[in-house]
Structure formats: C-alpha cells, structure tokens
C-alpha cells in the first residue's frame, strides 16, 4: 500500500500539462495596434521604423506560462522522461528580462538581453524550489546573452542559438 501511494505521489508530482510552445504567429494575431517610438523630446506617437535601438519594454504585454503570453520573457523547456513515471515538459519562464538591440541597415550589431532567473516560474509550482537551487540563482541570479557577432537579420522568423557564459563564469 505505502509503495502504491509512493508511485501515486511521484506520478502526480511530474504529470501536468505543460503549456504549448511559444509560437510567434500566433502571439502576433492576439495583438493589435502598431506599434510607436518615442522621439527625443518624450512625445509618443511617432511611427515605428526599423532601424536603431530597440529596448525590452516589460510594460508591454501580459506575462503567463501559456503559449499565447504578449510580454517579454526569457524561459526553457525541457522533456523529461523519469523512469517508473514516464514522460513529461517541465516548462520554466520568467518576464524579468532587460536588454536592447540596435538595428543599423539590414544588420543586427548589437544585441544584448539579461533575464534574471530569480523570477523563474514553472508549470508545476512544485519544482520552482528546485529549480532555483539547479540553476543557482542564489549566487548567480543573471544571465546574460551578447550576440557575437552582428547579423543580417533572415526574411521573416527564424530559429536562433545563443550563448554565454555559465552561471558563475567569469
């Protein structure tokens, strides 16, 4: 019987439905308006080009754990299969994220973005503990992305890699 409630218990500990994958057409619909820059002076309004900088703007948008969240955030998904349990996406995200791009022609030059992992937030409350004492945030709460290099940006959405240095590198 203690087995039985043991397995039970694991089993609803990593079950759970993880939210979708983030998909940026469909995030896009649920939006309207166009959007606007600020001119020097501070008056809103003017319209959006794409050339120069682009700052991470965390007023924007409503933050969730689901696919069809419109804020900024920095976040992982990861399938896990346990053995005795079976499969399951542990997904973690979190909207405390910072950063700029700047644009300049048809290139990105710069780029950097820093999320600070303390705010990380899973599908399953549960592992939030855990998943804070893994990535070590106590010490190392910030990561950071550089783009190395400038790009020229594709024709429409791609899928990118990025790096940096390893919680507590220097």
Not at 8 to 13: D, E, I, P, S, Y
Not at 41 to 66: M, N, Q
Not at 128 to 133: K, T
Request: charged share 15%; proline share 9%; aromatic share 6%.
């Amino acid at each position: 019987m203690i087995v039985a409630l043991a397995i039970g218990g694991l089993v609803w500990f990593f079950s759970g439905d993880a939210p979708g994958e983030v998909d940026i057409d469909r995030t896009a619909s649920s939006v309207s308006g166009n959007p606007t820059t600020t001119d020097a002076a501070g008056s809103a309004g003017v319209p959006a080009g794409i050339e120069g900088t682009w700052v991470v703007d965390t007023t924007v948008g409503e933050f969730t754990l689901e696919d069809t969240t419109t804020a900024f955030f920095a976040g992982f998904r990861i399938d896990e299969e346990l053995r005795g349990i079976g499969a399951t996406t542990a997904v973690g995200r979190t909207p405390l994220v910072s950063g700029s791009i700047l644009i300049a022609g048809d290139r990105v030059t710069s780029a950097t973005v820093s999320a600070d992992l303390r705010g990380i937030v899973s599908n399953e409350s549960r592992r939030n503990g855990a998943i804070q004492r893994s990535l070590g945030t106590a010490p190392h709460p910030e990561a950071t992305f550089e783009l190395p290099n400038p790009a020229a940006p594709p024709p429409g959405p791609a899928p990118g890699r990025g790096g940096g240095p390893p919680p507590g590198a220097t």
